[in-house]
C-alpha cells in the first residue's frame, strides 16, 4: 500500500487548508485511515480517523469542530480538511493506514503504512 499526502502549506491564523491522502496499491475497504501530526521532539499525535466502509468519524478534542475527516472510495482518497486554523496546529501530518478490526485507530502504532508527511504551518 503506498500513501501520498498533499495540500500542506503556510496559512494565517484562522484561515483553512484541504488535505489529501490518495492510496494505491493493495487497499482494503476494512481499512481505517487515519490523520497524525508530528513537531520535533513531540510523539506522532492523533487527529482524525474514518473507515473506509461506513461513515463513522474519529477526532482529536482538539480539533473537534474545526477538521472535517472525508473519503472518496472512488478516488482512493481521503481528505482532512482544516478550517480556524491555530498556530499551535503547525506540524508535519501525516497519512496513515491499515487494517483495524477494533476501535477506532487513535494510536500510531495501529498502523503500517505511511505517506510521506506534508507540513502545515500557521502563522499567529
Known amino acids: 500500500v503506498q500513501l501520498q499526502a498533499s495540500g500542506g502549506g503556510l496559512v494565517q491564523a484562522g484561515g483553512s487548508l484541504r488535505l489529501s491522502c490518495a492510496a494505491s496499491g493493495r487497499t482494503s475497504i476494512r481499512f481505517v485511515m487515519g490523520w497524525f501530526r508530528q513537531t520535533p521532539g513531540k510523539e506522532r499525535e492523533f487527529v482524525a480517523a474514518v473507515r473506509w466502509s461506513g461513515t463513522s468519524t474519529y477526532y482529536a478534542d482538539s480539533v473537534k469542530g474545526r477538521f472535517t475527516i472525508s473519503r472518496d472510495n472512488a478516488k482512493n482518497t481521503v481528505y482532512l480538511q482544516m478550517n480556524s486554523l491555530k498556530p499551535e496546529d503547525t506540524a508535519v501530518y501525516y497519512c496513515?493506514?491499515?487494517?483495524?478490526?477494533?476501535?477506532?485507530?487513535?494510536?500510531?502504532?495501529?498502523?503500517?503504512?505511511w505517506g510521506q508527511g506534508t507540513q502545515v504551518t500557521v502563522s499567529s
Open positions: 496513515a493506514a491499515d487494517h483495524i478490526p477494533m476501535g477506532v485507530g487513535v494510536l500510531a502504532s495501529e498502523y503500517d503504512y
